[in-house]
């Protein structure tokens, strides 16, 4: 049986869907789960029994470390601050 949820148009997700997006095997996603939603990750949604994907994605933003407006300049160095100037 083919799993529709992997398909980019659909807005839910099952747990093989969760997995692949998170990069994990769904064995090791099945084995994380409670300590993923121990941190926050969406629990599947009671009536449709799948991961709304908008949430999980909303999830894995705030886990980012560094912000689109952090990011490193393209010749890979940050400008430097002259702290005694101040």
């Known amino acids: 049986m083919a799993d529709h949820s992997l398909t980019a148009e659909a807005a839910c997700g099952s747990s093989k ?11 090791a996603f099945s084995d ?3 300590t993923l939603e121990a941190k926050g990750f969406p629990q599947p949604d009671p009536l449709l029994k799948l991961y709304i994907k908008a949430d999980v994605m909303a999830w894995l933003e705030t886990r980012r470390r560094i912000r689109d407006g952090d990011k490193m300049p393209e010749d890979g160095e940050r400008p430097r ?6």
Request: glycine share 16%; net charge positive.
């Open 81 to 86: 601050l002259n702290l005694g100037a101040l």
């Open 32 to 34: 994380r789960r409670r």
């Open 17 to 27: 869907w969760a997995a692949q997006f998170l990069g994990l095997s769904p064995g």
